[in-house]
């Protein structure tokens, strides 16, 4: 960037024995000036941000539920809009904050749903192009996402109509080494483990013979996701954290309705510490694990929460600590 009255100097410096006092006070004025201004034209990002999709995506759907939530899509529909208006209410500020250039062209926008079916595949794309992004964000965006992403996941069980939504992935361990300072978000999320397959067993002798199957796949993947950590906090060279020999309940278990409640509240808790994990990796082996962790757990805790009679039913961002 050209700076006014820089190209005077240009005999000047030709004879630095003629420099007067003056003369010295202004050059050193000017190059003053000149690196502020020269810095401020370079390391910007001019590419358009890829939250905003995600931001416009997240408003138009819940202008869109709003509307059928007064209508034959009634409390879907409103828990949609609600937690589709809080993906946008936390996507603004980041977006807002780096104020990237908007792209050349938009594509169009998805014309309004009907009914409520409308919503399961634009809940399905946005969860897809959330998780997408997960890997290549910084960790402070990354986790912003990645809860975007399970709270789309867990919106998609709270009725058949807009998807089940129980199709993450199981998890895995990372191909290449773990980084240091992902093995204490690690071990958190491993201490969540441990208490979710207590839970489960608590909660065994409070509820009917119907939830069987809901207790079975719930306990095998937690035992899943157990034995992954400890296999990679091993190969970290760390040593796994232990069990407790008991834990206790946030609210005492005595019905069914109370123990959905625990079940709930340990998939919510499993949700956090996987949270914790993605913001505080850049790893993508490992950031990879943990967003597949905090999908299922967030789509698990949903019909507990149903059961529980719990609302919201679909928590809007799994793992945020309110």
């Not at 361990?173 to 992902?182: K, N, Y």
């Not at 306990?219 to 906090?233: F, K, M, P, S």
């Not at 959905?260 to 509240?265: D, G, I, L, R, Y």
């Amino acid at each position: 960037m050209p700076v006014p009255g820089l190209a005077g100097w240009a005999d000047v410096t030709a004879r630095p024995t003629d420099l007067s006092r003056r003369s010295v006070l202004r050059l050193g004025a000017v190059a003053a000036v000149a690196l502020p201004l020269a810095a401020c034209t370079t390391g910007t990002d001019e590419t358009p941000d890829p939250l905003a999709p995600l931001l416009a995506a997240a408003q138009a759907d819940a202008a869109a539920a709003r509307k059928l939530a007064s209508g034959a899509g009634g409390d879907v529909a409103g828990q949609i809009a609600d937690a589709r208006a809080a993906h946008a209410a936390a996507l603004k500020p980041e977006v807002d904050r780096l104020n990237r250039p908007q792209p050349k062209t938009t594509p169009a926008p998805a014309p309004e749903p009907a009914d409520l079916s409308g919503f399961k595949d634009r809940l399905a794309a946005v969860r897809k192009q959330a998780e997408d992004l997960v890997p290549t964000l910084p960790a402070y965006r990354a986790g912003l996402v990645a809860s975007v992403a399970a709270g789309c996941a867990a919106l998609q069980r709270v009725a058949p109509s807009i998807g089940r939504g129980d199709d993450a992935q199981p998890i895995a361990a990372p191909s290449g080494s773990v980084p240091a300072e992902a093995v204490d978000p690690l071990q958190k999320a491993l201490a969540t483990e441990h208490a979710a397959l207590w839970v489960y067993g608590l909660v065994t002798a409070f509820l009917p013979a119907d939830f069987g199957d809901a207790l079975k796949s719930g306990r095998a993947e937690h035992t899943a996701r157990r034995d992954v950590l400890i296999q990679v906090i091993t190969a970290a060279g760390s040593t796994p954290v232990a069990p407790e020999a008991a834990y206790v309940p946030a609210k005492p278990v005595t019905d069914a309705a109370s123990a959905a409640s625990v079940v709930a509240t340990a998939e919510a808790d499993s949700a956090a510490a996987w949270l914790g994990v993605v913001n505080r990796t850049d790893d993508k082996g490992v950031r990879g694990m943990a967003l597949q962790a905090l999908i299922a757990a967030a789509r698990r805790g949903t019909p507990w929460r149903q059961q529980a009679g719990e609302k919201p039913t679909a928590i809007a961002l799994p793992g945020q600590r309110s």
